[in-house]
């Protein structure tokens, strides 16, 4: 009886690694295909910009802001969430309800290190709260603000859920 008490209970931890795996996977799709829509458009929007200097034969038009610096933008949220995803993981004391949701916004020096964050929105769960921010803690230093966005801060508002963080 023993025995099958411990299969089903690494039956269960090796489910919630799995979903935690699967979570992280799919943050991280949905940041690469934010990437792909954000250089779509950009795309779009430069030709449309193109064929529109042809028609006119006019001088073309300068853009404030590019298209280029929201795929940048995208693509380095995409490594604020892959390193943050490296660190959180809620350990399995209880049962966490899968409504939780701590929302939390960081601000980010130009070489990666987290210069504050603060909490939005608590959860409601103590614990949970603590595990947010340790996570934020573990993952310091980000990854530095590519020179390329012209910034010296930057900040980010996450969401934090069991097994994902938008």
Known sequence: MKRQQEIELREQQLLQ????????????????ND????????????????ASTLQTNSAPT???GGGSSNIIES???????????EHWALPEIKPWDPDLTAVVVIHIAKNGRIISHRFEKRSGDR???QFVGRTIQEANPLPAIPSAMRVQQY????????????
Do not use: C, W
């Open 17 to 32: 690694e799995a979903q935690r795996t699967k979570a992280l996977a799919d943050a991280e799709q949905a940041a690469a």
């Open 35 to 50: 990437a792909v829509n954000a250089l779509r458009k950009m795309l779009i929007t430069d030709s449309e910009l193109a």
């Open 62 to 64: 300068q853009r404030t």
């Open 75 to 85: 693509q380095y949220q995409s490594t604020i969430f892959s390193s943050l995803h």
């Open 127 to 129: 614990v949970f709260d």
């Open 155 to 166: 900040s980010i508002g996450l969401r934090f859920k069991p097994g994902q963080i938008q």
